[in-house]
């Protein structure tokens, strides 16, 4: 049985390629034979839209928070091997509504995506966070291991560390005493700006260790490749960006080891790095049998 590790990738600055990172890093680690199921707890559903998948009433988390549905009866496959979806929905919005009024509502995702986590189905669940520091966040941050904040390399950018970073020391304090800052990691860098080395250099200064050293750079066919509904490393392989987010899967590895990365050597699990061909293992199974343990 897999050991399941929960991230949250969250920024509450929209703009800032989250949503894009979720993306590609799920697609690279599934070609690296990894397991990934990504939850889009954004309204906007654009993670679900970039994966090839279309926003359907009732598909999303916000059932299983109500109590409505099981968690496996809303997780989605996409067209690419060990890659699964929970959905977003316009439906989502109301979540903030809703889970004020329940007592306890801090566990709701956690309680929600404990079946999967059980199972063993997946090394790795991403969780897409909407671009708030509100109910829904609070609650995601209270479901997961640690969190991945991607930022821009521009002047506001500490400002916005700082905030989600007093966040994460507030629910680590209050609810989830194993909550930990996983990594900062920049995206759509711009090398030849100078204020681009600056904040940098100051993020590092700051943070050290937990900024990533791969950087994603801006390019045009990252951009391109939601409207299409395929990953940058899956539509364009040799694309700058392509490139980026899997030197950065590999350093996201690197940090959070799966059971089976720590069982093998080195060599050997590079040797996983294949194309996304592995027959996928069967996450809704397993995760309703869990449920019913």
């Known amino acids: ?22 993306v590609n890093l799920a697609a690279a680690l599934s070609s690296r034979r990894r ?14 839209l970039g994966l090839g998948l279309e926003k359907t009433p009732g598909v999303s988390l ?18 690419w091997a060990n890659l699964n979806v929970i959905p977003s ?28 986590k059980e199972s063993g189905a997946f090394d790795y669940i991403l969780l897409d966070c909407p671009p708030s520091l509100g109910i829904v966040m609070t609650a995601a941050l209270a479901a997961v291991d640690s969190v991945l904040i991607p930022i ?26 194993a909550l930990e800052l996983g990594g900062i990691v920049f995206t759509m860098v711009n090398s030849v700006a100078k204020l681009t080395a600056d904040v940098m250099d100051e993020v590092r200064g700051h943070f050290g260790d937990k900024v990533y050293e791969t950087t994603i750079p801006r390019n045009v ?32 590895m690197a940090k959070n080891p799966t059971r089976q990365d720590l069982s093998r050597p080195p060599a050997q699990a590079a040797d996983d790095s294949n194309s996304n061909s592995a027959e996928p293992p069967s996450p809704v199974d397993a995760a309703k049998n869990a449920e019913n343990a």
């Open 1 to 22: 049985m897999r050991h399941t590790k929960i991230v949250a990738i969250a920024n509450q600055k929209g703009g800032v390629g989250k949503t894009t990172t979720v």
């Open 35 to 48: 397991s990934v199921l990504v939850v889009d707890l954004d309204p906007q559903a654009h993670a679900t």
């Open 62 to 79: 916000y059932p299983v928070l109500l109590g409505e549905k099981a968690v496996a009866d809303v997780i989605q496959p996409t067209k």
């Open 89 to 116: 929905e316009i439906d989502l919005a109301g979540a903030e509504i809703e889970l004020s009024a329940r007592p306890g509502w801090q566990g709701s995702i956690r309680d929600a995506l404990g079946p999967v």
């Open 152 to 177: 821009q390399a521009e002047f506001l950018a500490m400002d916005g560390l700082a905030l989600i970073a007093r966040s994460i020391d507030t629910v680590r304090k209050s609810l989830n005493p």
């Open 221 to 252: 066919r990252v951009s391109e490749a939601p409207s299409m509904g395929v990953p940058v490393v899956f539509l364009d392989p040799r694309s700058k960006g392509s490139a980026g987010y899997k030197a950065f899967a590999w350093e996201f």
